[in-house]
């Protein structure tokens, strides 16, 4: 595993990623703030400490790698652009200068793309992909979209979104003006009411970088059901809960063609709605690792996202008959850990996650923040039934320390 690895971001997708590299001998060098998760557990490289949004510390980091990759889509694309079309100069020992070339995955085209949602849904249309009807709002009478799309619809932020932070579900034209307050200074567009009988997800890890054949290209897991709370992610079921295999077969299909469209290599999160009357429309993708796919560190131990993540960057992805990954476990559940009103909120759900001999604790080093991700557990059983019955006393517990 020669080439080296650079990462921009080291939250706790980043610290999986260095969890997952460690075995294999990779090594990766992390951009982000000094203690952040990632670099906590991996001291085999110099990190870059500063933000992957600023273009200088992205081209250090650059500098000392063979490879970049991402563990969130919020970065700045255009000296990635930079980076992948001209490569990176450097200064040898001698004073003498000369150009690097370094790879970056998945391409800046794709994040660039991921990284406004509005202009991925519109890619996904053209592409044949089926998402929520999406208005841009830029400028526009929020009346008119209220008209157009009907109550209520989701105002949603273009950019710099996650865990619901950017959406809001607009139920009534009164509720418009306090719309704007919350979403005020960002670039907005409005999505249409996704009336879901529940929400799906697929990891699907792409192996080229064309996009010419998605049935090449693509491998999907096993389909999960999350269950999501005010917008946050709470719970991941692999199998999902009632969906027929048909529809699970259907999902992964959808998520492979999806992710076939986007040029570059590495591993994507599809997340999904299943409507009532059974049809499937994407909701968003992530260009990285993904919470949906956390489950497959014990659910596939010997090929979690992150794995595939790194051995699909690295052009050292194995095939997989009929294109899938199987769950090695009959039934996975994972729930995420949000922090409480109290640093030590959830210290009960840690002891309780400890005591089952078929569960895993990850908590992620970062301080506890209310609703903040700090960590998840997962169990894993030889039905979904027991794997239910097993995280049903945490999930009782997790509902009570919510902030
Ligand atoms: P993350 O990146 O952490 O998944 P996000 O901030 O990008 O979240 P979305 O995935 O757009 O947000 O939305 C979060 C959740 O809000 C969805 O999983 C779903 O539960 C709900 N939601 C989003 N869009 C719609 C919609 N059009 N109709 C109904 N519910 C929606
Ligand atoms: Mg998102
Ligand atoms: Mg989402």
């Known amino acids: 595993m020669e080439r080296r690895i650079g990462l921009l971001g080291g939250g706790q997708l980043g610290q999986m990623l260095c969890e997952a590299a460690n075995p294999l001998g990779a090594k990766i060098w992390v951009l982000d703030a000094a203690g952040s998760p990632a670099k906590q557990i991996n001291a085999r490289t110099s990190h870059v400490d500063g933000s992957f949004t ?17 563990e969130i889509e919020h970065v700045d694309t255009h000296v ?37 949602k509005y202009l991925q849904k519109d890619h996904l249309t053209r592409s044949g992909v089926k998402t929520a009807e999406s208005m841009a709002v830029e400028g526009s009478d929020l009346e008119a979209v209220g008209r157009e799309l009907g109550y209520p619809f989701m105002l949603k932020s273009r950019k710099d979104a996650y865990d619901g932070r950017g959406n809001y579900p607009v139920k009534s034209p009164a509720d418009i003006s306090d719309a704007l307050e919350a979403l005020a200074g960002k670039s907005l567009y409005a999505e249409k009411w996704a009336n879901f009988r529940l929400e799906l997800a697929v990891m699907v890890v792409k192996t080229e970088n064309d ?5 090449k290209s693509t491998i999907a897991y096993s389909v999960v059901e999350t269950v999501h709370e005010d917008s946050v992610c709470k719970l991941v079921y692999a199998p999902p809960r009632d969906v027929s295999i048909l529809v699970q077969r259907e999902a992964q299909d959808l998520a492979r063609k999806a992710v076939g469209s986007f040029p570059g290599k590495g591993v994507f999160g599809v997340e999904l709605f299943l409507l009532p009357d059974g049809e499937l429309i994407v909701n968003e993708i992530a260009p990285r690792p993904h919470n949906s796919g956390h489950w497959t560190i014990e659910g596939c131990p010997t090929m979690s996202q992150f794995k595939s993540q790194l051995l699909a960057i690295l052009g050292l992805m194995p095939s997989f008959p009929n294109s899938t990954i199987p769950a090695m476990f009959p ?6 850990i949000l922090g409480g009103k109290t640093q030590a909120s959830h210290n009960k759900l840690m002891n309780m996650a400890i005591a089952i001999p078929a569960g895993a604790l990850h908590m992620y080093g970062k301080d506890s923040k209310p609703g903040r991700k700090i960590g998840h557990i997962t169990v894993v059983g030889s039905s979904l039934s027991e794997a239910e019955a097993l995280m049903a006393p945490l999930i009782a517990v997790a509902d009570d320390i919510r902030a």
């Open 211 to 215: 996009t010419s054949d998605c049935g």
């Open 54 to 70: 600023d273009p200088e510390k992205i081209r250090e980091l650059a500098r000392q790698v063979d490879l970049l990759t991402v």
């Open 331 to 336: 039934a996975t559940v994972m729930l995420n």
């Open 80 to 116: 990635l652009e930079e980076i992948a079309e001209r490569g990176v100069e450097v200064t040898s020992a001698d004073g003498s200068k000369r150009v690097k070339t370094v790879e970056v995955q998945p391409s800046w085209k794709t994040i660039r793309t991921i990284q406004d």
